[in-house]
């Protein structure tokens, strides 16, 4: 079953870690990736620029461009990882293994209806 | 988790929107700092505790909006208590909060907005603006400013304490401004925080090291700016290009100190992350056929930075960016730029004829000199050349940048000596 954990976190805590503490946390999060990736586990992975470089597109007979989000409080979207496992419980330890090495935010676990990586499939 | 280091994080990133909400309430900046000072104290103390908020910058306004009441009463115990319909006294802290929320969130931007505005307030000389918005909006202590500016703590304490009886001198507008007010302010605080990036980035005195974080606050504060106006294609432009400028400091001195020129630098050293949120950033902004300076300079800096070696720089493109520029906002200083990529198309007798008529406006600039003579050393006019370095050399605000000319006066030296022995 393959499963996105989906990273969010307030932005403005985020782009407030010096280069060397993200460098340092990257560093720590891909110790977790090569376990994953050596169990078979581990699909794409994806790290989004700030939301500020965001374009928004309503879907409609016109679509209209809209930029960014507006000013949110809150947390953003800011990255995302794809992970095969065989149950909820499974993809809920190894979202453990991925939080245990951020300082804060939230990843949320949703099941993956459609994967293609290749885009369209004959 | 409620470590320290993440309350002290989140203190700092929600300081914007907190003290901008209080000063809204009091219109004082003093008692809003009191203010927001006895609301982060408060936090230390109950979120290890109680752990986090949901809302730490909510919590933040309301337990500081509240001491402040307090503190009024206490006061004015004989008077009347304020009118006080906002606020529901009786109920669970989370209640209130969301109360205070919901009040809070429809003012956010005109909030940081504000507080940012206050800081670069027209009647505030342009260093006294950029050292209250350190010490106001981003929190740094008086020392720490002191530090970055090179003056003693005490001068830069009656610098701060100055600028600030200068704002309630003048007549700040508290009211929530309509769309005609909000763009000359958000140009007042984009110049300020250009202002600020430049006080880090050309180092005008001092060391390297100290000024880095004036340019991340710089980055930090335009990314807040443009999250609260996403569709500003300026304040894009303004983000694009502190990010490249700054995507480059690593490269812009040598081990020695010494400044290395954007030709020679070594561009592995340049920070592909921050260019290539640059070059977003530029891109988005070009969509809306709306240029503007700091578009332009944007989105210069972007050929630039997308060339692999110097030798590949589109300097026909770089020189159309300034021709729109000049055209934009005609300046002498953006015409030298401009003869640096005309030198580089046609050759530096066209460059120098360009620059010359400058002489009267640019006579105290150190860059002007600077280019003169590296334009007539391209000439073989050697004496002229060695005149127009020596009035760089004695321009120039920083060691680094003296060291830079004399090293051309050195090879001008090395040079004729060489020719005479031949």
Same mark, same amino acid.
């Given at each position: 079953?393959?499963?996105?954990?989906?990273?969010?976190e307030?932005?403005?805590?985020?782009?407030?870690?010096?280069?060397q503490?993200?460098?340092?946390?990257?560093?720590?999060?891909? =110790?977790?990736? %090569?376990? *994953?990736?050596?169990?078979g586990?581990?699909? $794409?992975?994806?790290?989004?620029?700030p939301? &500020?470089?965001a374009?928004h597109?309503?879907?409609?007979?016109?679509?209209?461009?809209?930029?960014?989000?507006?000013?949110? =409080?809150?947390? %953003?979207? *800011?990255?995302?990882?794809?992970?095969?496992? $065989?149950?909820?419980?499974?993809?809920?330890? &190894?979202a453990?293994?991925?939080?245990?090495?951020?300082?804060?935010?939230?990843?949320?676990?949703?099941p993956?209806?459609?994967?293609?990586?290749?885009?369209?499939s004959? | 988790?409620?470590?320290?280091?993440?309350?002290?994080?989140?203190?700092?990133?929600?300081?914007?929107?907190v003290?901008?909400?209080?000063?809204?309430?009091?219109?004082?900046?003093?008692?809003?700092?009191?203010?927001?000072?006895?609301?982060?104290?408060?936090?230390?103390?109950?979120?290890?505790?109680?752990?986090?908020?949901?809302?730490?910058?909510?919590?933040?306004?309301?337990?500081?909006?509240?001491?402040?009441?307090?503190?009024?009463?206490?006061?004015s115990?004989?008077?009347?208590?304020?009118?006080?319909?906002?606020?529901?006294?009786?109920?669970?802290?989370?209640?209130?909060?969301e109360?205070?929320?919901?009040?809070?969130?429809?003012?956010?931007?005109?909030?940081?907005?504000?507080?940012?505005?206050?800081?670069?307030?027209?009647?505030?000389?342009?260093?006294q603006?950029?050292?209250?918005?350190?010490?106001?909006?981003?929190?740094?202590?008086?020392?720490?400013?002191?530090?970055?500016?090179?003056?003693?703590?005490s001068?830069?304490?009656?610098r701060?304490?100055?600028?600030?009886?200068?704002?309630?001198?003048?007549?700040?507008?508290?009211?929530?401004?309509?769309?005609?007010?909000?763009?000359?302010r958000?140009?007042?605080?984009?110049t300020?925080?250009?202002l600020?990036?430049?006080?880090?980035?050309?180092?005008?005195?001092?060391n390297?090291?100290?000024?880095?974080?004036?340019?991340?606050?710089?980055?930090?504060?335009?990314?807040?700016?443009?999250r609260?106006?996403?569709?500003?294609?300026?304040?894009?432009?303004?983000?694009?290009?502190?990010?490249?400028?700054?995507?480059?400091?690593?490269?812009?001195l040598?081990?020695?100190?010494?400044?290395?020129?954007?030709?020679?630098?070594?561009?592995?050293?340049?920070?592909?992350?921050?260019i290539?949120?640059?070059?977003?950033?530029?891109?988005?902004?070009?969509?809306?056929?709306?240029?503007?300076?700091?578009?332009?300079?944007?989105a210069?800096?972007?050929?630039?930075?997308?060339?692999?070696?110097?030798?590949?720089?589109?300097?026909?493109?770089?020189?159309?960016?300034?021709?729109?520029?000049?055209?934009?906002?005609?300046?002498?200083v953006?015409?030298?730029?401009?003869?640096?990529?005309?030198?580089?198309?046609?050759g530096?007798?066209?460059?120098l004829?360009?620059i010359?008529?400058?002489?009267?406006?640019?006579?105290?600039?150190?860059?002007?000199?600077?280019?003169?003579?590296a334009?007539?050393?391209?000439?073989n006019?050697?004496d002229?050349?060695?005149?127009?370095?020596?009035?760089?050399?004695?321009?120039?605000?920083?060691?680094?940048?003296?060291?830079?000319?004399?090293?051309?006066?050195?090879?001008?030296?090395?040079?004729?000596?060489s020719?005479?022995?031949?």
């Amino acid at each position: 079953m393959l499963y996105s954990i989906l990273c969010y976190e307030s932005e403005a805590l985020a782009s407030g870690r010096t280069r060397q503490e993200d460098d340092a946390l990257m560093v720590r999060l891909r =110790t977790v990736q %090569q376990k *994953l990736k050596s169990e078979g586990k581990l699909g $794409p992975v994806a790290r989004l620029m700030p939301t &500020t470089t965001a374009t928004h597109i309503r879907s409609g007979k016109d679509p209209m461009v809209v930029d960014g989000p507006f000013a949110e =409080t809150k947390e %953003q979207l *800011l990255g995302f990882y794809v992970i095969d496992c $065989p149950s909820l419980e499974d993809a809920i330890e &190894t979202a453990k293994l991925l939080a245990r090495e951020k300082p804060h935010g939230t990843l949320e676990i949703r099941p993956v209806a459609v994967f293609n990586p290749v885009g369209v499939s004959q | 988790m409620t470590d320290m280091a993440w309350i002290d994080a989140t203190l700092t990133a929600a300081r914007p929107q907190v003290l901008g909400a209080l000063l809204r309430y009091f219109r004082v900046l003093d008692a809003a700092e009191d203010a927001f000072q006895e609301a982060c104290l408060r936090a230390l103390k109950n979120w290890p505790v109680k752990g986090p908020p949901r809302d730490p910058a909510a919590w933040l306004i309301f337990v500081g909006r509240n001491f402040a009441l307090d503190e009024v009463r206490r006061r004015s115990k004989q008077t009347e208590l304020p009118a006080d319909e906002e606020i529901v006294t009786d109920e669970t802290e989370d209640t209130q909060t969301e109360l205070a929320e919901r009040l809070d969130a429809a003012h956010y931007r005109d909030d940081i907005l504000r507080l940012l505005f206050v800081c670069c307030h027209p009647d505030l000389p342009a260093t006294q603006q950029v050292a209250l918005a350190l010490r106001i909006v981003s929190g740094l202590t008086v020392k720490e400013i002191a530090r970055a500016f090179l003056v003693s703590e005490s001068a830069m304490e009656q610098r701060i304490t100055r600028a600030k009886a200068r704002i309630t001198a003048a007549d700040v507008p508290f009211d929530t401004p309509g769309a005609p007010e909000r763009a000359p302010r958000l140009s007042a605080v984009a110049t300020m925080l250009y202002l600020l990036f430049n006080e880090g980035y050309s180092a005008s005195g001092g060391n390297a090291h100290v000024r880095v974080p004036l340019c991340e606050e710089a980055i930090r504060l335009s990314r807040l700016l443009l999250r609260l106006f996403p569709s500003e294609p300026e304040i894009m432009g303004l983000s694009a290009l502190l990010l490249i400028q700054h995507a480059r400091a690593s490269a812009r001195l040598d081990a020695e100190n010494n400044i290395v020129l954007l030709e020679d630098q070594d561009r592995s050293l340049w920070d592909r992350e921050l260019i290539a949120e640059g070059l977003a950033l530029v891109e988005k902004a070009l969509r809306h056929r709306r240029p503007g300076p700091y578009q332009l300079q944007a989105a210069i800096a972007a050929v630039h930075s997308q060339a692999a070696k110097a030798a590949d720089t589109d300097w026909a493109e770089i020189d159309r960016l300034y021709q729109i520029l000049e055209s934009l906002q005609p300046s002498p200083v953006v015409t030298l730029n401009r003869a640096v990529a005309v030198a580089k198309l046609r050759g530096p007798a066209e460059a120098l004829a360009m620059i010359e008529p400058l002489a009267a406006k640019l006579g105290g600039y150190f860059y002007f000199f600077g280019l003169k003579g590296a334009l007539l050393t391209q000439l073989n006019r050697t004496d002229e050349a060695r005149t127009a370095f020596d009035r760089a050399i004695s321009l120039a605000n920083t060691a680094a940048e003296a060291a830079h000319i004399r090293l051309h006066l050195d090879r001008l030296q090395k040079e004729s000596e060489s020719e005479r022995s031949a």
